[in-house]
């Protein structure tokens, strides 16, 4: 599916945009996934499927959204206040997660299984790990999946190692956070 471009206002302002399944009763949509099963020592655990939500909106035709909350369910539809800032996470997840996507997110094959549940598996990391590391495999929140050659978690963590290393960004992204009260809170790019 496409990126889609938000038509955004200023940073201090936020738009409330309604999102739904582009495919009815399928939050993936055309987009790959995978089962996963992470531990958060300080948090809940989740164990199901993860990767890409392909969603429509009022404000766009299509767009693919990752999940921020491992807390919440995705609703169908939910409507959400949009922010350039995600309260929750400190300044330095926030910073990872804008690395990740200008790092990784234009080389990302999304219709891929490993590579969507992957990059799920390393937003998450970001959001939720409390230690100075990013492992999936390590730290107070980690991936109960096999660490495999051509799995999701190994995928993942190569997104992790990426996203700490000296590597250049392949493209500039807005980073546009979902925020909603009842949903599932969810993070999206547009190019810049």
Known sequence: SAI??????????????????TVPGDAFGSNGSASVNVIDTNGPDYNGTGGAFDLTSTLADQFDLFCVQLNQNLVNPTTYTTSTTLGVANPTAQTN?????????????????????GFQLAVWEIVYET????????GDFFSNNPNTPGS?????QGLLAIVLGPASITQNYEVTYFLSESGQDLVGVSPI
């Open 152 to 156: 999701a978690a190994e995928f993942g």
């Open 97 to 117: 997660l804008e690395r990740l996507f200008e790092t990784s997110f234009s080389t990302l094959d999304l219709m891929d299984d490993v590579q969507s549940a």
């Open 131 to 138: 230690s100075s590391s990013l492992s999936l495999f390590g």
């Open 4 to 21: 889609a471009v938000l038509a955004m206002g200023s940073a201090a302002s936020a738009d409330t945009v309604t999102l739904s399944f």
